[in-house]
DNA sequence: TACGAGAATATGTCAGTACAAAGTCTTGAC
DNA sequence: GTCAAGACTTTGTACTGACATATTCTCGTA
């Protein structure tokens, strides 16, 4: 027996309709109301329970299937989908991870300077002479040393200040900035920590570091950071979502 | 000026319109044909000229779009991404990596036997008392040791011998039997190697092992493998896409 | 009783159309 | 000459309708 999902549905809204419908949808399933392997009200006895047509519903309902919360098998119906493959699709900063998970993060700003780089810089896709913005922060969760955290920035951003920087996030900074990455690859290495890495992060020359290169860009396709971050492997990992669809 | 990409449908063959138009048009992007930035023919007249419903052209236009192919921005029209920004979205195993590159990958099998975990079973959605495939391979990269691979396969696949693994990869043998991965929840860390590690992986006490817990999902959301993976750092990165999209 | 044909069900593909909204460019008034 | 209103281009949203195809279930026949 399918569920109904209660669904309100405002026309004078400017957000699309069909995206209304997925976000209620969403929360929904994110409630609990739905439990994974629960058949799911199908397209059609939708549309019509909430007059809308057959291709916004379907359209709503896609949005979710490719965030993992829902499986289709033609034929058969719509299903909840395991709760394990649900995609957390973002990008997030480490500033905002930890905030998330409730710890106290805090930033000293080791050096904030002008620089010239050609590797970061074609990275960055900009002329190999481009003046960057190269900010190296020590990163620290409830007072204790976590990262050490190099990023340069394009020529845009050389206002950024260190106070600003002290107080929130990096990518906090660009956001206020109207700046939102979307977009980015990172290279996960491992090795063991040089002297100041050391220093800075109270580490015994065994005990290793867990290394994160990343390039990030907006939606436009602008790069809009270089990173080179290095964290204390006993306290950290870095988790991803691959996905083939 | 927009660029003209040659495309021919067929509209008798199976593959969705939609799809033929994706594929031919990716092909034509990945060949070089359109640079980054170049305008791209907009919806309306390529849907014209291939006499495609708007609705299909645009479908395939989407398609694009989510691989970061393409850039849509609307009243300016669709141009083609940085080169950067393409998604690989691909799961692939370590052997097909190191194939393509050029390595020549070989396993040796150190274990294989039926386990029961609860740790693992609870990761793979299964009875806390299942039975379990548990392998344990070296993998070697040009003859010299890479990896130590640990993973658990749920009941169905307790008749994946050792033979079938020392020939190919783990995700080959299941792909021979039909089954393809889809999503993967993976944690990625660094420690010191343990005294097993360093014996077959040839390190040094310092010298550190990246570290790498896999969880993987087919389409239908089934979990097919637990896997424990632990690298030689200096050899290997892990490379990841992190999308927003 | 076993089994195959076909009905029922649900998603997948495709067409055609209409209007909305965002961004750019042109044109005309001051 | 400057600037703002409006035309134009292009993508975004929404609807209607039709047919294809995959899967399951039921029912009738051998």
Redesign the pocket.
């Known amino acids: 027996m399918?569920i109904q999902v209660g669904v309100s549905i405002d026309r004078s809204s400017?957000v699309?309709?069909?995206?209304q419908l997925a976000e209620q949808l969403s929360t929904a399933i994110a409630s609990g109301m739905l439990q994974p392997g629960d058949p799911?009200e199908?397209?059609?006895?939708l549309a019509e329970r909430l007059?809308?047509?057959?291709?916004?519903v379907?359209?709503a309902?896609?949005e979710l299937v490719n965030q993992g919360l829902l499986l289709?098998?033609?034929?058969?119906?719509?299903t909840v989908a395991n709760r394990k493959v649900h995609r957390r699709a973002e990008l997030t900063s480490l500033y905002d991870d930890l905030k998330r998970d409730g710890g106290r993060p805090a930033t000293t700003v080791l050096k904030h300077e002008l620089v010239r780089d050609e590797r970061v810089a074609t990275a960055l896709d900009l002329p190999a002479d481009a003046e960057l913005l190269s900010i190296i922060r020590l990163r620290l969760s409830d007072e204790r040393p976590l990262a050490i955290l190099h990023n340069w920035l394009p020529p845009v951003y050389n206002d950024i200040t260190r106070e600003a920087l002290e107080g929130e996030g990096l990518y906090a900074v660009m956001r206020d900035r109207g700046v939102r990455p979307v977009v980015a690859h990172q290279t996960i290495g491992a090795r063991t920590p040089t002297p100041a890495e050391r220093r800075h992060l109270g580490l015994k020359p065994s005990e290793p570091v867990l290394t994160m290169t990343r390039v990030a860009f907006d939606a436009v396709g602008n790069a809009v950071e270089y990173g080179d971050h290095s964290y204390r492997a006993q306290d950290y990992s870095i988790e991803v979502m691959v996905d083939k669809r």
């Open positions: 399918a400017p699309p309709l069909y995206h799911f199908n397209e059609i006895a007059s809308l047509s057959r291709p916004t379907r359209r309902i896609q289709r098998r033609r034929g058969l119906g719509t």
